[in-house]
């Protein structure tokens, strides 16, 4: 399962590990299918051109819709550092929607781990709170990744495992990320088409995991996973923005 990103994370795991710690490149970027006015947005595309990617569109202002068909890609927006402050805005809110076969399994295990929807928030490397293994690491990130590849990942998930609310282990990344299902995926078929509304506070969950303050997030990024269960489903995502 390849549900990471092409430029970031390549931290914390042996160096067996780094083709598959999160966001990095374990193929050459495909073609994206992403429409142009998420484009002129900022939005970006990481593909695997070994899988079929998702197709992200914008069905109207504030509105993400992502069709997956045995696929699996992530759309990713750059922050403008200078824009967000976390003191002021430490509380990302969205609403998501689910219709389709529901994509139902444990998102703690490496392999089958599919999603109905994921929202990643990537984090700059920080040097004084990186562990040992990371800076000796660090300089094989920069050769191949560049400098700005980043060093901290949350994840929220709509999905099955583990249950609801519980923190746990990108099981990719090991204590560089930490994932946690916040959408209990029968929730995708009791309630087709129903908006959900989420609110989570970054600051908080950022401490919570790693300790200390986080530094404004490098991307948020959308991403859908269908090519282990082989199930076709649509999802939107709205609203998704940075409040007190």
Known sequence: MHMY??????????MAGLAYIGFI???????????????ANG????????????????????VIEIETNKSVSIAYLPFDTAKLDLRKTSNLVFEWQHEGQVIDTDVSK??????????????????EHASLKEKLLRPLVVASQGRDAPGRLLTYLWAGEPKVGRWFENPYTGKAGYMKVIQDA??????????HAHKVNIVEDFKEKFGHMPPTPAYVAIGVDSDDTKMRAITRVRGLKFVK
């Open 25 to 39: 490149a374990t193929s050459q970027l495909a073609h994206a299918q992403i429409d142009s006015q998420l484009e």
């Open 110 to 127: 490496k392999g089958g781990d599919d999603r109905i929807l994921a929202i990643y928030l990537a984090f700059p490397y920080q040097p």
């Open 186 to 195: 029968k929730d995708g078929s009791n309630n087709a088409n129903v908006w």
């Open 43 to 62: 939005w970006k595309e990481f593909t695997f051109d070994d899988q079929r990617q998702n197709t992200f569109r914008q069905i109207k202002e504030g």
């Open 5 to 14: 990103f092409r430029r970031i994370f390549l931290l914390s795991l042996s």
